[in-house]
């Protein structure tokens, strides 16, 4: 089966004035769709080309002889992740069972957006944030480049890109400004919920 690029959950302009139309037209339409169309490339008339996404990441992961497609295949699922990440009008305070978790595991919102900004903030060069649940507690992690929970058998909750083509264009260096637009007016709580209710 071929490998598709996925619709975004809204307009490339509705997360403005957040993240531009722009930022989201080459992100989306140039970044996340080169790498759909890598990975279609790779698995081509080989065995993968029968597998689900997932299971191309989960095959390839760690097998330094197929970093390549690992890290194409992963960045497809990771940017379609964190579209889902974010909805227009986003953040604000969480309800439901993720806010109980939140409460519980990061003593509150404010807790778990201090961890959540100095992870994505102290991931150094590319890579990504995540909100994640591992052994029914939830928890803040990184990982450089490619990586994503998934490979470690741990369940993400939501994640945030820092690779610089996630904000550059809208923010320049600033990462620290772009982190608190995402965690203050971007997150799609009610994904994260749901993700919990499915961990």
Known sequence: MAITLPPLPYSSGALAPHISKRTLDFHYGKHHRGYVEKVNKLIAGKPEADATLEDIILDTAGDGAKSELFNNAAQVWNHTF??????????????????????????????????????????????????????????????????????????????????????????????????????????????????????
């Open 82 to 199: 964190f579209w889902r990440s974010m909805k227009p009008r986003g953040g604000g305070k969480p309800k439901g069972d993720i806010a109980k978790a939140i409460d519980r595991d990061f003593g509150g919102l404010d807790g778990f957006k201090e961890a959540f900004s100095q992870a994505a903030a102290a991931q150094f060069g590319s890579g990504w944030a995540w909100l994640i649940v591992k052994s029914g507690k939830l928890a803040v992690t990184k990982t450089p480049n490619a990586e994503l929970p998934m490979e470690k058998g741990v369940a993400p909750l939501l994640t945030i890109d820092v690779w610089e083509h996630a904000y550059y264009l809208d923010y320049q260096n600033a990462r620290a400004a772009y982190i608190k637009n995402f965690v203050d007016k971007l997150i799609d709580w009610e994904f994260a919920d749901a993700n919990l209710a499915k961990a």
